[in-house]
């Protein structure tokens, strides 16, 4: 669950929903700035998917006793969160091979500098994973999906730009990931640096350079869960009580 904490509640966006809109995203991004079109449909699959892997856990938020907020997706335990994203990842497989190699990357990504014992046996398996499925690419071009995976990732922050900060928001007052632009991006900039984002009012957003073939809309899902309805019954049945909201964002050059 992606959280954020308004005065009297809490905006919670559920991780798939939050792929989606990565999805909706890149699917207009210029073909111009990638290597080739070869794998795009499959690397767009894996944007839409990637999350797909928190569809169960989100459908129960559960409470952080000690930062007095619902678990979201960055403090989540460690241990379910793992588990889900091998299954996540086992189940986008089934579907797209190469989908699921962009997401295995994705993955270990997250835990790259981790000495974690738990974080090491997962990004052992996802190795062999990642070592199998290249099998199924003789004629892989390394280049090319490196190009898809920083596309996926980039897929990712975007989303969670749009997720994470207040509609509007100041540059100076944004979330800190993304202050500086987004990682992993230079190489869509023509002067190797990275893509900045910037909320140009509520509804509308920019990118500099702009990475999109035209300008475009997109719709985010929500509840605005109510603090005192979670101390009346508990977050779990709070989310489930608010209603699903709908905002349209506007990407504009």
Not at 157 to 182: I, R, T
Request: proline fraction near 5%; include cysteine; hydrophobic fraction near 40%.
């Amino acid at each position: 669950m992606i959280i954020r904490e308004i005065k009297d509640s809490f905006i919670m966006i559920r991780q798939h929903d939050h792929a989606f809109l990565s999805g909706e995203l890149i699917k207009h991004f210029k073909p111009s700035l990638l290597k080739s079109d070869a794998f795009f449909d499959d690397a767009l699959y894996a944007a839409y998917q990637h999350d797909r892997s928190w569809i169960g856990l989100d459908e129960t938020p559960i409470w952080n006793d000690r930062e007095s907020i619902p678990f979201t997706f960055s403090d989540y335990p460690l241990l379910p969160k793992l588990a889900f994203y091998k299954i996540g990842v086992d189940e986008i497989e089934r579907v797209n091979t190469y989908a699921s190699l962009l997401c295995s990357l994705h993955f270990c990504s997250f835990f790259s500098q981790s000495q974690n014992k738990d974080c090491l046996v997962f990004l052992t398996g996802e190795a062999r994973r990642q070592m199998n499925l290249r099998e199924s690419f003789p004629d892989l071009d390394e280049e090319l999906l490196q190009q898809h995976f920083h596309l996926l990732q980039f897929s990712d922050n975007l989303s969670l730009y749009l997720c994470l900060n207040e509609p509007g928001v100041a540059k100076e007052d944004e979330h800190p990931w993304f202050k500086n632009g987004f990682q992993n991006t230079e190489m869509f900039h023509p002067e190797n640096q990275p893509l900045m984002a910037r909320w140009l009012n509520e509804k509308e957003v920019t990118l500099e350079p702009y990475p999109f073939e035209k300008e475009f809309h997109v719709s985010l899902q929500y509840k605005i869960v109510v603090k005192s309805l979670i101390e009346e019954v508990g977050v779990a049945e709070a989310y489930e009580k608010s209603d699903m909201k709908e905002r349209m964002i506007f990407i504009y050059k």
